[in-house]
């Protein structure tokens, strides 16, 4: 009896769904029910708050979805007697079952994000010892050094804390090496290397071979040290001052934690972002992962360890026999199989650490194409649905995040299927245009509204649409190479610090262009034959529209692989310090508004200082001092390289002289001594935007970059510029063992 009162309203609910969704309605009457439906889910967002209107919003929604998807599979799917347009519909109706499966397992992800408090602070004597993990391959010593200082110079007892590099850019099979060239280069590495790590009270480790990648390094590191925790940075996330206090506590109040990851913020944009021009005022596209998804992972301890900017018990690592190395996806893989052992994970939703991505969209792609294959790798040889320990609901976690990599075969079949109506008159989707709004539309924008409602603060409108688009062309070839042999792929370093001379046309473009002149050939072709026939006039005029928010992408897309100069190797973090210049006889009070690992922008605050630019004034010293002012936090050696006269003063650019392992102790605290301007710097940019804004918005860029695309493939008819230097180009590249998974 007591079941039967536990499931009655379960079985009721699904009832009554099943009732709505299958009810017999008219085309008008579904319409209005549409539309209906779409102006409750409005009136919800803006008039209902509170903790019941999250699931109003999923349920309506829904509801939609469900009618639609009765609708597609019972009324539009061409007769199989009609094999030419039987076959590539049921293709395109398969790519929509697979779309709304993943939109149904991500709402149950992102049902209900967790907020994690922070953790009660930890007296000193009662911390736990830790060891922190650098792995590094081939990354620049400016990128290493700032990493590491910044890593030595964590709050945290001295004698609990030891610092790793670990190289494997210098390894005995490295230095051993039947080139002579790459063995010279890597001895000297190993000799710069370990140099810089006596200099800055860091152990360097490198090891015989270049074995299981990045997995094979960091199990050197556990071999060699015996902290009770392990933190992990790439050789370019160098962490806030904060972070192991911010972290470390959670271990203390769960005994079976095994991981807590923080996310991963960037100081300079990716390629899209760069090429586009968005950087400052749009979230970046690992803010949706970072702040939603992964607190909705968290929310069923199924958040799972990304490589970098973590911290993960040492106990449970050993329990497992060390970081999983099968996949090349080594970070999530190992959390896989640490879940189903029964341990947990935490996600703390704070910035800690700054990095780098892919400047360039060939090593971007090359980036993207590594996840893409070692996800699909854990879906085929460690299939999450069938993973003996793991509950129902991190099963669907885990599905969730692997599967979503399958992305790009929708995607493709979404671009080609308007093309097989307008150029074949294949009818592949049998509705005529009345039936198609008062069902697809209607499904269309509640699945658009649910999307701006979950995702709107840290994801604009069509802003997913383009980099599933953007990256679909070579992660396809990508998901098959695994496919057709799930342990062929190695791991690739993505190549960190690229700079380009001048603007230029990816090497990636190709295809991006002639896509783009295919789609629009076919709305010139759609448009002839709108003039010309009256006969399914209003079918016509719905695929034209599909294949015009197509148009719309690849159009966005050609500014994408038009990629902008970037001289800059090192970039730059917004902070607020202050110090004094002594520079060319004169002593100076100065605000310090940003940093990088080479130089920083200075506001001079006297009245009316007046200084020229270059190396006339020679070498002075910038003393900066504490946070907040109080104390001093070291003195650098600079140079001023640029003046700039503003209207509130002086502005100078300073370029660190010659730097020593002591100066970066003082960049690493002028950069890295708080965490806040890193979640400002996040804030500040969430201004979410509307549905109509956003869309208009999106179509006016795709107006803009396309003939910018179309100007730059003029102009690359003259000599490409030289990249320096890239060796992660997609969708392969130098085969490496160990370096940044970010």
Same mark, same amino acid.
């Given at each position: 009896m007591s079941l039967v009162r536990l499931y009655a309203p379960w079985l009721f609910s699904t009832a009554i769904v099943l009732l709505l969704v299958t009810l017999p309605l008219g085309t008008d009457a579904q319409l209005a029910l549409g539309l209906a439906l779409i102006a409750a889910l409005i009136a919800v967002w803006r008039f209902w708050p509170g903790p019941t209107q999250r699931m109003l919003m999923l349920s309506l929604g829904t509801l939609l979805v469900l009618r639609y998807l009765y609708w597609r599979a019972t009324s539009t799917l061409p007769a199989p007697a009609d094999t030419a347009d039987f076959i590539p519909g049921l293709i395109v109706f398969g790519?929509?079952?697979?779309?709304?499966?993943?939109?149904?397992?991500?709402?149950?992800?992102?049902?209900?994000?967790?907020e994690r408090a922070e953790p009660a602070p930890v007296a000193d004597d009662a911390l736990p010892s830790v060891d922190v993990f650098v792995p590094s391959y081939n990354e620049d010593t400016d990128i290493l050094s700032a990493t590491l200082a910044a890593a030595v110079a964590l709050d945290y007892p001295s004698d609990k804390l030891s610092v790793y590099l670990l190289d494997d850019g210098g390894t005995d099979q490295k230095c051993a090496s039947d080139d002579p060239l790459a063995a010279r280069a890597a001895r000297r590495r190993r000799a710069e290397l370990t140099q810089l790590c006596a200099d800055l009270g860091v152990t360097y480790l490198t090891r015989a071979q270049n074995v299981s990648a990045k997995a094979g390094n960091l199990n050197n590191g556990l071999a060699h040290s015996g902290g009770d925790l392990v933190v992990v940075f790439d050789a370019d996330h160098a962490p806030v001052k904060e972070f192991l206090r911010r972290t470390v506590g959670h271990f203390r109040e769960d005994p079976r934690l095994f991981l807590v990851q923080t996310p991963h913020f960037f100081?300079?944009?990716?390629?899209?972002?760069?090429?586009?021009?968005?950087?400052?005022?749009?979230?970046?596209?690992?803010?949706?992962?970072?702040?939603?998804?992964?607190?909705?992972?968290?929310?069923?301890?199924?958040?799972?360890?990304?490589?970098?900017?973590?911290?993960?018990?040492?106990?449970?690592?050993?329990?497992?026999?060390?970081?999983?190395?099968?996949?090349?996806?080594?970070?999530?893989?190992?959390?896989?199989? #640490?879940?189903? /052992? &029964?341990? @947990?994970?935490?996600?703390?939703?704070?910035? =800690?650490?700054?990095? +780098?991505?892919?400047?360039?969209?060939?090593?971007?792609?090359?980036?993207?194409?590594?996840?893409?294959?070692?996800?699909?790798?854990?879906?085929?040889?460690?299939?999450? #649905?069938?993973? /003996? &320990?793991? @509950?129902?609901?991190?099963?669907?976690?885990? =599905?969730?995040?692997? +599967?979503?990599?399958?992305?790009?075969?929708?995607?493709?079949?979404?671009?080609?299927?308007?093309?097989?109506?307008?150029?074949?008159?294949?009818?592949?989707?049998?509705?005529?245009?009345?039936?198609?709004?008062?069902?697809?539309?209607?499904?269309?924008?509640?699945?658009m509204i649910l999307q701006n409602y979950l995702f709107g603060r840290v994801r604009w409108p069509w802003v997913s649409?383009?980099?599933?688009?953007?990256?679909?062309?070579?992660?396809?070839?990508?998901?098959?190479?695994?496919?057709?042999?799930?342990?062929?792929?190695t791991f690739n370093v993505t190549e960190k610090g690229v700079t380009t001379s001048r603007d230029f046309l990816s090497s990636l473009a190709l295809p991006y262009f002639a896509v783009f002149g295919v789609l629009l050939a076919a709305m010139g072709v759609a448009m002839w034959?709108?003039?010309?026939?009256?006969?399914?006039?209003?079918?016509?005029?719905?695929?034209?529209?599909?294949?015009?928010?197509?148009?719309?992408?690849?159009?966005?897309?050609?500014?994408?692989?038009?990629?902008?100069s970037e001289r800059r190797r090192t970039q730059r973090l917004a902070i607020n310090r202050t110090g004094r210049l002594t520079i060319g006889g004169r002593v100076l009070t100065v605000k310090i508004e940003d940093a990088s690992t080479t130089g920083t922008r200075a506001r001079i605050l006297e009245p009316d200082a007046r200084l020229p630019a270059g190396d006339a004034l020679?070498?002075?010293?910038?003393?900066?001092?504490?946070?907040?002012?109080?104390?001093?936090?070291?003195?650098?050696?600079?140079?001023?390289?640029?003046?700039?006269?503003?209207?509130d003063g002086l502005v100078v650019g300073l370029q660190f002289h010659q730097p020593s392992a002591a100066h970066y102790r003082v960049i690493a605290d002028?950069?890295?001594?708080?965490?806040?301007?890193?979640?400002?710097?996040?804030?500040?940019?969430?201004?979410?935007?509307?549905?109509?804004?956003?869309?208009?918005?999106?179509?006016?860029?795709?107006?803009?970059?396309?003939?910018?695309g179309l100007r730059f493939a003029w102009m690359d008819r003259v000599k490409r510029p030289p990249v320096v230097p890239a060796n992660d180009t997609a969708p392969s590249g130098e085969t490496a063992s160990a370096g940044s998974a970010a």
């Open positions: 790519a929509e079952l697979f779309c709304i499966a993943m939109l149904f397992i991500s709402l149950f992800v992102v049902a209900d994000p967790l100081l300079n944009p990716d390629p899209v972002e760069k090429n586009l021009s968005t950087w400052l005022r749009m979230p970046s596209e690992n803010e949706m992962f970072y702040s939603v998804v992964q607190r909705g992972l968290d929310r069923w301890n199924a958040a799972f360890f990304c490589g970098s900017a973590a911290v993960l018990r040492r106990a449970a690592l050993v329990e497992a026999g060390g970081f999983s190395g099968i996949s090349i996806t080594e970070d999530c893989e190992t959390a896989l199989e #640490l879940h189903a /052992r &029964g341990w @947990t994970s935490r996600y703390v939703d704070t910035p =800690l650490i700054a990095g +780098l991505q892919p400047e360039t969209f060939a090593t971007f792609i090359g980036q993207r194409s590594r996840w893409c294959r070692g996800m699909m790798q854990i879906l085929l040889l460690k299939n999450p #649905l069938f993973k /003996r &320990g793991l @509950t129902p609901a991190q099963r669907l976690c885990y =599905l969730s995040s692997a +599967l979503f990599w399958a992305f790009p075969i929708p995607r493709l079949v979404f671009l080609i299927a308007p093309l097989l109506y307008i150029f074949f008159d294949l009818r592949i989707f049998i509705a005529n245009g009345v039936e198609f709004v008062a069902y697809a539309l209607t499904y269309l924008a509640a699945n649409e383009l980099y599933e688009y953007i990256q679909s062309f070579y992660l396809a070839p990508a998901m098959a190479s695994v496919l057709l042999n799930p342990r062929k792929p034959r709108l003039s010309s026939q009256t006969v399914d006039a209003d079918l016509l005029i719905v695929v034209s529209c599909w294949n015009a928010v197509n148009l719309a992408l690849a159009a966005v897309a050609l500014g994408v692989v038009s990629e902008r020679g070498i002075g010293d910038l003393q900066v001092a504490g946070i907040d002012g109080h104390g001093d936090a070291g003195t650098l050696p600079v140079v001023v390289r640029r003046t700039i006269a503003q209207a002028l950069m890295y001594g708080q965490a806040q301007p890193l979640a400002d710097f996040w804030r500040d940019r969430r201004a979410g935007k509307g549905l109509v804004g956003g869309t208009a918005g999106f179509v006016g860029l795709g107006l803009r970059q396309a003939l910018r």
